[in-house]
């Protein structure tokens, strides 16, 4: 291999040297990660986009590729792949933002002890006097990534949940459930969906191991 590639496919080969490095532990998150993708109260074509959106949001390049694999073996179309995607990228983008109206406490020299208050959220609105033509066109964007279109409200409602899940954005999580509320998701339905995102985040540490195994290797 090239000492210059950090990324191959055939990289990925070398994910199985884990179980005999440990096994006990390897055996465990496979049996983990087959449940948490295995179709329920969430068909396995909907738990593959979902898991598709978390792997851009962890940049796992790996799990990109495995995922959008799986995800054409379930009857997933290119456009319906790119929605998923957009949800992602929509949901990435707005934690930043989001986290934004901490920034604004932090900057006006709020004197409050609690960083995450549902309160807190109502200050984001002042972007669009801080940054209108910008924080406009972000709205505009999030909203059509979430409206309906080959996948449903519903559908992209529990991609959103799953990815603020990966993201860690408190005002993110609290918005996205009560979306999918809204849109008749029940709570089974979410924990499939917060199950998969934990799947994948713990996939990508375990995924780039066979990057840590080159290094050490070398």
Not at 85 to 95: D, E, F, H, R, Y
């Amino acid at each position: 291999m090239s000492n210059d590639s950090l990324y191959q496919k055939s990289y990925f080969s070398r994910l199985g040297e884990f179980s005999d490095l440990v096994p006990d532990t390897f055996k465990a998150f496979v049996r983990f990660d087959y449940l948490a993708l295995k179709g329920g109260q969430l068909n396995s074509k909907l738990k593959e986009l979902i898991a598709i959106a978390v792997a851009h949001t962890t940049g796992c390049p790996y799990c990109i590729d495995v995922h959008v694999q799986k995800a054409k073996s379930q009857g997933t179309t290119k456009e319906e792949m790119a929605e998923s995607i957009m949800v992602a990228t929509a949901l990435k983008a707005g934690s930043a933002l989001a986290h934004g109206v901490n920034a604004l406490n932090s900057y006006d020299n709020v004197d409050d002890e609690e960083l995450f208050k549902k309160s807190y959220f109502n200050r984001l609105k002042e972007f669009s006097t801080l940054n209108g033509d910008i924080f406009a066109s972000f709205v505009d964007f999030d909203k059509k990534a979430l409206k309906s279109g080959l996948l449903s409200v519903k559908e992209k409602e529990l991609i959103a949940v799953a990815v603020a899940h990966t993201t860690g954005c408190p005002y993110c999580i609290d918005i996205h459930i009560k979306g999918a509320k809204r849109s008749k998701a029940s709570k089974e339905e979410v924990a499939e969906a917060i199950m998969v995102a934990t799947a994948l985040k713990a996939g990508s540490a375990l995924a780039h191991g066979v990057n840590a195994l080159n290094a050490f290797d070398e």
